[in-house]
T-cell receptor, first 114, second 113 residues
């Protein structure tokens, strides 16, 4: 079964305390992405990765870091979280066949920064 | 001008009718376009993509693309209550096979039994 897992699903933390949200996929996809979803602002891309060790910024990368050391994992790192990073975060895994697009989202991580 | 614009709705249609969801985009160089369905409290789900002008059909869904008018639409035929969800339009700023996506804010669809 195609699956994208995220952990934790819910997290309440305090300003400045480093945290990592993990994302893992079992489909051998090359492409992985992180998004945040906020009321009134919609879904926005934070970072994406086209393959191992290849990452690039999306539309809202400030305050986030990512790494792609293994094909299946794409963690999102908040080194010094701030309240404006309170959001619903989605990881997505995608194929890169040029004529057929296939993309799966994880279940989401709801982060609250106080 | 916002990059990707959608009418936020809610759009209400009776069961069995055609639901028409519209999206306009500002980057004329965009090459591929996506429609997602997101049920309340759930993750987005990719339901259609299109990169050529014209229509693309998949079951009850038809995506329509007009690059000259910078317009993408999604038609849902024989709408069912289970189609009630928020539909997100996304535009790919990258080349073929990429997912450098900019999303609209979504249109909430309600199918009335």
């Amino acid at each position: 079964e195609a699956q994208v897992t995220q952990n934790p699903r819910y997290l309440i933390t305090v300003t400045g305390k480093k945290l990592t949200v993990t994302c893992s996929q079992n489909m051998n996809h090359e492409y992985m992405s992180w998004y945040r979803q906020d009321p009134g602002l919609g879904l926005r891309q934070i970072y994406y990765s086209m393959n191992v060790e290849v990452t690039d910024k999306g539309d809202v990368p400030e305050g986030y870091k990512v790494s792609r050391k293994e094909k299946r994992n794409f963690p999102l790192i908040l080194e010094s979280p701030s309240p404006n990073q309170t959001s619903l975060y989605f990881c997505a895994s995608s194929s890169i066949f040029t004529s057929e697009y296939e993309q799966y989202f994880g279940p989401g991580t709801r982060l609250t920064v106080t | 001008q916002k990059e990707v614009e959608q009418n936020s709705g809610p759009l209400s249609v009776p069961e069995g009718a055609i639901a028409s969801l519209n999206c306009t985009y500002s980057d004329r160089g965009s090459q591929s376009f996506f429609w997602y369905r997101q049920y309340s409290g759930k993750s987005p789900e990719l339901i259609m993509f299109i990169y050529s002008n014209g229509d693309k059909e998949d079951g009850r869904f038809t995506a329509q693309l007009n690059k000259a008018s910078q317009y993408v639409s999604l038609l849902i035929r024989d709408s069912q209550p289970s189609d009630s969800a928020t539909y997100l339009c996304a535009v790919n700023k990258g080349g073929a096979g990429s997912y450098q996506l900019t999303f609209g804010k979504g249109t909430k669809l309600s199918v009335i039994p």
